[in-house]
């Protein structure tokens, strides 16, 4: 390369800075790539069935696997058909109808999650949100009013400069033309969900959120939607604070799975 294509790309690459190697394993991108690389993307995998039929859970996960095989067929489902239901969901009711995620939280997906989210990497909204389009396209679910993500609390979206749920609603809105309903907000800052047990997770999320505008959600059916589903007490508190407001039902899509 000559001085003088190696100064005029140096300064391309200052003007307009890219990655030019992968996030996640550190090879050089193909052309065409954007902070990751094909064989790292080949990673992500889908969720694949048997999964729990209400919060969507995949039911081959090691805690099942050591809580012993009773009642489960070989390939993990349960026998009883009528069941298919999770521990978490045989124990409890939800508020939303059902949840589903694109994959499991581990692995490639966990790590470019993390990127997103706390490494202000906001291109991969567009990866991300698309393996949920294609979660979404594979179900039966009814039409949808409208698509709200699970807000966060404005000091927390200051620091961080974007809400992960609502770049990944607007991928999922311009896919489907779903309008994103605006009026939902978060107006308690919680403490991070992670760091509590349970009921205190419950507790700190009681009155979490909060409908601005009441009118325009009666009735409606209504997709929520976040990044990483884990216990279900965000998707259930909001699901709730929803449907308190008049909704008339909420499914739930996340990226990943906790
Ligand atoms: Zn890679
Ligand atoms: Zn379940």
Redesign the pocket.
């Known amino acids: 390369m000559s001085i003088f294509h190696e100064i005029t790309s140096g300064m391309l690459d200052l003007l307009f800075p890219r990655q030019p190697y992968c996030l996640v394993c550190n090879n050089k991108l193909e052309p065409g790539k954007v902070l990751v690389c094909h064989s790292c993307e080949s990673r992500v995998k889908p969720l694949s069935p048997p ?7 995949s039911l081959l996960t090691p805690d099942i696997a050591a809580a012993g095989n009773e009642g489960l067929s070989a390939a993990g489902f349960y026998k009883d058909r009528a069941q298919h ?6 124990a409890r009711e ?1 508020f939303f109808v059902q ?1 589903r995620s694109f994959g499991q939280y581990e692995g490639v997906l966990r790590e470019l999650i993390h990127h997103f989210k706390y490494g202000g990497k906001r291109e991969l909204a567009g990866f991300l949100g698309e393996g949920m389009v294609r979660t979404l396209e594979q179900i039966s679910w009814p039409a949808f009013d409208y698509i709200v993500p699970v807000p966060l609390h404005i000091k927390r979206e200051r620091e961080r400069g974007f809400n992960q749920a609502y770049l990944l609603a607007a991928v999922v809105s311009r896919h489907t033309g779903i309008p994103i309903f605006k009026g939902f907000i978060r107006v308690k800052p919680t403490e991070h969900q992670t760091l509590l047990d349970k009921p205190l997770r419950e507790q700190n999320l009681s009155g979490a959120f909060e409908v601005v505008d009441k009118a325009v959600l009666n009735g409606k059916t209504l997709l929520l939607i976040d990044d990483v589903y884990t216990t ?1 007490s965000t998707a259930d508190e909001c699901s709730r604070t929803l449907i308190n407001a008049g909704a008339d039902c909420v499914f739930v899509l996340t990226c990943a799975r906790g």
Request: charged content about 40%.
């Open positions: 999964l729990c039929r209400k919060c969507g859970r239901l999770c521990r978490d969901c045989r939800h949840a279900g």
